[in-house]
């Protein structure tokens, strides 16, 4: 079963706004990550957020954590053309040698 | 530094043949993952191993086998394919039990 959920499953905006992607869990976490996938590609590791952090910048990536309510979600700003991708989040839980676990992603459009 | 590497990219097969899909890191990371991507399910976790000669099941581990005989290859085995097994597989690694995931560029696979 998904541990991670991203929401909306598809977003399109013009060029210049912002995009915000919502990541909803369910058991506690050690960490939770983000990745973004281009078509036809494989996924590349954004940025990750510990439990105990609130939140985490990396260039126009901002990153929240809530662990009350389990959910992250991830800002990009002023988006472009290039930021094109589908968007997953992940989690890697406390109990052990345990994997990550992916959502199904948002696929992000950006217009020109 | 290739990073991880995956052969082949594409390969399609007639039901019931096997085939085995090899991936290479060299990075000296402990933790590999075969993931496979089909449309709508995000990534699922089919096997993985967190070091050299053990290996673990995944989410859907049915119908694959896994060795990781060298700590730097993880084989993801097919020993009788079925067009169920139609997708786009991913091998990921990473050094910490925590850490981010580094992925492959993925093998596409079609099973007539």
């Known amino acids: 079963s998904q541990q991670g959920e991203e929401d909306p499953q598809a977003l399109s905006i013009q060029e210049g706004e912002n995009a915000t992607m919502n990541c909803s869990y369910k058991?506690?976490?050690?960490?939770l990550q983000w990745y973004r996938q281009n078509s036809g590609r494989g996924l590349v590791h954004l940025i990750l957020?510990?439990?105990?952090?609130r939140e985490k910048h990396s260039g126009r990536l901002r990153v929240t954590l809530d662990t009350s309510k389990k959910s992250s979600s991830l800002l990009i700003t002023a988006s472009r053309a290039a930021d094109t991708a589908s968007y997953f989040c992940?989690?890697?839980?406390?109990?052990?040698?345990?994997?990550?676990?992916f959502g199904k992603g948002t696929r992000l459009s950006v217009i020109a | 530094n290739a990073g991880v590497t995956q052969t082949p990219k594409f390969r399609v097969l007639k039901t019931g043949q096997s085939m085995t899909l090899l991936c290479a890191q060299d990075m000296n990371h402990e933790y590999m993952y075969w993931y496979r991507q089909d449309p709508g399910m995000g990534l699922r976790l089919i096997h993985y191993?967190?070091?050299?000669?053990?290996?673990a099941k995944g989410e859907v581990p049915d119908g694959y086998n896994v060795s990781r005989l060298k700590k730097q290859n993880f084989l993801l085995g097919l020993e009788s394919a079925a067009p169920s097994q139609t997708s786009v597989y991913f091998c990921?690694?990473?050094?910490?039990?925590?850490?981010?995931?580094?992925f492959g560029e993925g093998s596409r696979l079609t099973v007539l």
């Open positions: 058991t506690s976490i050690n960490n």
């Open positions: 990921a690694s990473r050094q910490y039990n925590t850490g981010e995931l580094f």
């Open positions: 957020i510990r439990s105990n952090e």
């Open positions: 191993s967190v070091g050299e000669g053990t290996t």
């Open positions: 992940a989690t890697v839980s406390n109990s052990g040698n345990t994997p990550l676990v």
